[in-house]
């Protein structure tokens, strides 16, 4: 157990619908990163959060955004969703920021339908 | 551009043995690696990490080395057991804190 926690572990949703996933850090961890995990992608890096201030983009679509709220946990919504948007989504967290392990958390797993 | 792939995607492996995971990154700035591994259904769990510093590191039962002049990075792991078996991925931190993942390799251990 990394400590790390999402919820919920399964999603099953439409096309054309948003949701929201939620990540509660390792206690201390100020960082909280989202990756999405999907077959033909492999683990692909979304955001970087520190402390609740965004620091770095990656592959995110414009219709993903994520927060990091002032108890550190974070949520990553997903919107218009599409079928293409079914994956793992994982959360991590490292204690600062750059060039330090991340622990992830268990996943949420998305299909849409 | 930056990238991070393994060599090969699947390894077989008999209890016991030792195995070695390989894994090629491309970017010469990179200056932090993890290894991680993946059961399924669960997320990326670390196993060992190593810096541009250092060209070896143990860990309980894993040695990570690092070669930074053919940008080469591997994973042993000594007596290998059937709990060993899943996905393995190497990662690099070189461009801010993004972790930027290999494609991973499926560790299966034959009793």
């Known amino acids: 157990d990394s400590g790390v926690t999402q919820t919920p572990k399964h999603l099953i949703t439409a096309t054309g619908q948003r949701v929201t996933l939620r990540c509660s850090p390792r206690s201390g961890d100020l960082s909280v990163y989202w990756y999405q995990q999907s077959l033909d992608q492999g683990l692909q890096f979304l955001i970087h959060?520190?402390?609740?201030?965004?620091?770095a983009k990656g592959n995110i679509l414009e219709r993903f955004s994520a927060q990091q709220f002032p108890d550190l946990h974070s949520e990553l919504n997903l919107s218009s969703l599409e079928l293409g948007d079914s994956a793992l989504y994982f959360c991590a967290s490292s204690q600062l920021s750059r060039g330090e392990t991340q622990y992830f958390g268990p996943g949420t797993r998305l299909l849409v339908l | 551009g930056e990238s991070v792939g393994l060599h090969l995607p699947t390894l077989s492996v008999q209890e016991g043995d030792n195995s070695i995971i390989n894994c090629a990154y491309s970017?010469?700035?990179?200056?932090?690696f993890i290894w991680y591994k993946q059961e399924s259904g669960k997320g990326p769990q670390f196993i060992i990490d190593?810096?541009?510093?250092?060209d070896k590191r143990q860990g309980q039962r894993v040695t990570v080395l690092l070669n930074k002049t053919v940008k080469h990075l591997s994973l042993q792991i000594a007596a290998t057991q059937p709990g060993d078996s899943a996905v393995y991925f190497c990662?690099?931190?070189?461009?801010?804190?993004?972790?930027?993942f290999g494609e991973g390799t499926q560790l299966t251990v034959n009793p």
């Open positions: 190593i810096r541009s510093n250092m």
């Open positions: 970017n010469s700035a990179s200056d932090y």
């Open positions: 990662a690099e931190n070189s461009s801010g804190s993004r972790l930027t």
């Open positions: 959060y520190y402390n609740g201030e965004e620091r």
